[in-house]
């Protein structure tokens, strides 16, 4: 018999998943295109740079066959501005996730994929987050992807030495993530009664929805049964007062009577 499946994805499943992430590569050798199941990859002529799928990047860094370059947002420069938006700025919410992309509307000015035609053409692919290009590894600086935490363990944990300053940003990151995971912890007091019973997770990433996803539900468990046991113990004392006060009525209606 199966064990039943936690809900949600493991974060050994958000880890594989990132791995289908698009990264820079600069070869070192040439490569002709392979035929993969989403398509060809681009041939690799050094030095010119080219889109890879993370996983085919790092067997070809570990083939020494090309070196993979640093998303802007994985630089220390942007890792300490996130770290004072997240301490300093504003310390009570995430920080906001990658502005989506600008696209041409026909008529020589660009909106973002939000603003653009609310009813896409046909054949068109509306995208929305995290699936847009600014919310993966093409993420602007001072802003984190999606899937940050995991792509940054993966390239210093195999790509090191193609990151500037590596030592610096793991304890950036590290200081990153301990800030974060505080915030999630304290974001589910707002759980409570009164407090709407809604979480904000804007600008959250996937591993961190992944590792906090049993201790927030965990939460909601305990919260409902707190809710309950108060729910229930609201109706005994209702119907205790609506027995007393029946009860009082009757004696008061035997005296009267003469009984």
């Not at 690799?44 to 070196?67: S, T, V």
């Not at 699936?131 to 995991?150: I, M, Q, R």
């Not at 609201?234 to 009757?250: I, P, Q, S, T, V």
């Amino acid at each position: 018999m199966a064990l039943p499946l936690p809900p949600g994805l493991v974060p050994t499943e958000v880890a594989f998943l990132c791995e289908m992430e698009m990264v820079t590569v600069v070869p070192r050798q040439r490569l002709e295109s392979i035929p993969l199941l989403s398509g060809k990859t681009p041939a690799l002529r050094p030095p010119h740079r080219a889109q890879l799928p993370l996983w085919l990047a790092l067997l070809l860094k570990k083939q020494r066959r090309a070196n993979i370059v640093a998303p802007p947002w994985l630089l220390a420069d942007s890792l300490k501005d996130i770290v004072n938006q997240e301490t300093n700025v504003d310390p009570e919410a995430f920080s906001l996730p990658p502005p989506p992309p600008m696209r041409s509307d026909g008529r020589g000015s660009a909106r973002p994929y939000a603003q653009a035609s609310s009813e896409p053409r046909p054949g068109e692919t509306v995208l929305s987050p995290p699936f847009l290009p600014s919310c993966t590894g093409d993420a602007p600086s001072g802003y984190l992807p999606y899937h940050w935490l995991e792509l940054a363990e993966t390239l210093l944990a195999h790509a090191a030495d193609d990151v500037p300053n590596a030592a610096e940003v793991r304890a950036l990151l590290r200081d990153l993530q301990e800030v974060r995971a505080a915030k999630m912890r304290g974001s589910t007091a707002h759980l409570g009664a009164g407090a709407g019973g809604v979480l904000n997770l804007r600008g959250v990433g996937a591993m961190e929805l992944a590792e906090s996803r049993g201790f927030v539900l965990g939460v909601v468990e305990g919260v409902r049964r707190l809710g309950a046991s108060a729910e229930a113990g609201r109706r005994e004392e209702e119907e205790e007062e609506r027995r007393n006060g029946g009860g009082g009525d009757g004696d008061a209606s035997d005296e009267e009577m003469g009984f």
